[in-house]
């Protein structure tokens, strides 16, 4: 089952065209990344997701069902996590938390009371009536997540969370992001700069580009053993991308074994850095830039 299915989306800002037929999915409960240069067109995608930019062309769909270009985000069953910590500083944490569900027309003390119970699961709980300054930034950025997460929406659309945070923190929210998932199964959209990242919370990786461009369905590493090391022969057969440049598309798609640890034992795995290598130079390839080391 397709949670999220995008078919041929096309976006110009006046004669700049950005996004020329982008299409993807991401199956009920996967975590799908896409990665791309800056640039590339990644949060505009977001963007017309969530309805705040309506595509020139092509389809949106959740579970089938055709999502209408006039509908307001709101409306759509799609929870987005903006780059940035948006917390309101004058609000108290729960108040921010609950902010979502105000929005939509529920009353504050329903909100905060929806808010409140994730708070203890989510590792938050005594923070309910501080400010965000007293919050670390990893701390903001669950507080993010629980707002975005306690919408109930099935789909959710995370634009770089972990962006801003040091590596070690990082790291943690990582493993936390990974274990809230599996009590709650989220279809999982997310954009991130960060190659290791991608690999470690991903089911399949995605890469904008203005490259060619695969066939639907089509995966680099699809007929990877799941449970041994790469072979490097195997590892991007059919994923040579064309160096080109102009409007993006899906120009790679890396699947990434299950079978890899993603707790601390994840570096340790070795068939992560050959994934991150394949992926740097879909990167690379999908940005038009020459990469030497690219296989043959
Ligand atoms: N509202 C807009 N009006 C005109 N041009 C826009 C608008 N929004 C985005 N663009 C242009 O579209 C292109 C893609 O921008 P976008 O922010 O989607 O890229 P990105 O891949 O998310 O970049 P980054 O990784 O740096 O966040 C850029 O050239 C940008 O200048």
Same mark, same amino acid.
């Given at each position: 089952?397709?949670?999220?299915?995008?078919?041929?989306?096309?976006?110009?800002?006046?004669?700049?065209?950005?996004?020329?037929?982008?299409?993807?999915?991401?199956?009920?409960?996967?975590?799908?990344?896409?990665?791309?240069?800056?640039?590339?067109?990644?949060?505009?995608?977001?963007?017309?997701?969530?309805?705040?930019?309506?595509?020139?062309?092509?389809?949106?769909?959740?579970?089938?069902?055709?999502?209408?270009?006039?509908?307001?985000?709101?409306?759509?069953?799609?929870?987005?996590?903006?780059?940035?910590?948006?917390?309101?500083?004058?609000?108290? %944490? +729960?108040?921010?938390?609950?902010?979502?569900? =105000?929005?939509?027309? #529920? $009353?504050? &003390? /329903?909100?905060?009371?929806?808010?409140?119970?994730?708070?203890?699961?989510?590792?938050?709980?005594?923070?309910?009536?501080?400010?965000?300054?007293?919050?670390?930034?990893?701390?903001?950025?669950?507080?993010?997540?629980?707002?975005?997460?306690?919408?109930?929406?099935?789909?959710?659309?995370?634009?770089?969370?972990?962006?801003?945070?040091?590596?070690?923190?990082?790291?943690?929210?990582?493993?936390?992001?990974?274990?809230?998932?599996?009590?709650?199964?989220?279809? %999982? +959209?997310?954009?991130?700069?960060?190659?290791? =990242?991608?690999?470690? #919370? $991903?089911? &399949? /990786?995605?890469?904008?580009?203005?490259?060619?461009?695969?066939?639907?369905?089509?995966?680099?590493?699809?007929?990877?053993?799941?449970?041994?090391?790469?072979?490097?022969?195997?590892?991007?057969?059919?994923?040579?991308?064309?160096?080109?440049?102009?409007?993006?598309?899906?120009?790679?798609?890396?699947?990434?074994?299950?079978?890899?640890?993603?707790?601390?034992?994840?570096?340790?795995?070795?068939?992560?850095?050959?994934?991150?290598?394949?992926?740097?130079?879909?990167?690379?390839?999908?940005?038009?830039?020459?990469?030497?080391?690219?296989?043959?």
């Amino acid at each position: 089952m397709k949670a999220l299915e995008l078919t041929g989306l096309r976006k110009s800002f006046g004669d700049h065209s950005v996004l020329d037929g982008v299409s993807l999915t991401v199956g009920a409960g996967e975590i799908v990344s896409l990665v791309g240069a800056s640039g590339s067109g990644k949060s505009t995608l977001l963007s017309l997701l969530i309805g705040a930019l309506r595509p020139d062309a092509g389809e949106i769909r959740y579970e089938g069902e055709l999502m209408d270009s006039s509908a307001r985000g709101r409306d759509r069953p799609f929870a987005y996590m903006p780059q940035r910590d948006v917390l309101f500083p004058w609000r108290r %944490i +729960l108040d921010n938390a609950g902010i979502g569900l =105000e929005v939509s027309g #529920l $009353s504050r &003390r /329903v909100a905060r009371g929806r808010a409140k119970e994730l708070f203890a699961p989510f590792g938050l709980a005594g923070t309910e009536q501080r400010y965000p300054r007293q919050l670390s930034g990893g701390m903001r950025q669950r507080v993010s997540f629980l707002r975005t997460v306690v919408q109930g929406k099935p789909v959710l659309l995370l634009d770089e969370p972990f962006g801003a945070l040091d590596a070690i923190t990082r790291d943690e929210l990582q493993r936390w992001l990974l274990e809230i998932w599996g009590v709650h199964g989220w279809s %999982i +959209l997310l954009i991130t700069h960060d190659i290791r =990242e991608a690999v470690r #919370l $991903s089911d &399949r /990786v995605l890469v904008l580009g203005s490259g060619p461009g695969l066939e639907a369905g089509e995966s680099c590493n699809a007929q990877l053993d799941a449970q041994g090391p790469l072979n490097a022969g195997q590892r991007i057969a059919g994923s040579r991308t064309s160096v080109a440049t102009g409007p993006s598309r899906i120009a790679g798609e890396v699947a990434i074994p299950r079978t890899i640890p993603r707790g601390t034992e994840f570096l340790r795995d070795p068939r992560v850095p050959l994934l991150e290598a394949d992926l740097h130079e879909l990167l690379v390839a999908a940005a038009g830039v020459t990469s030497s080391s690219a296989h043959t």
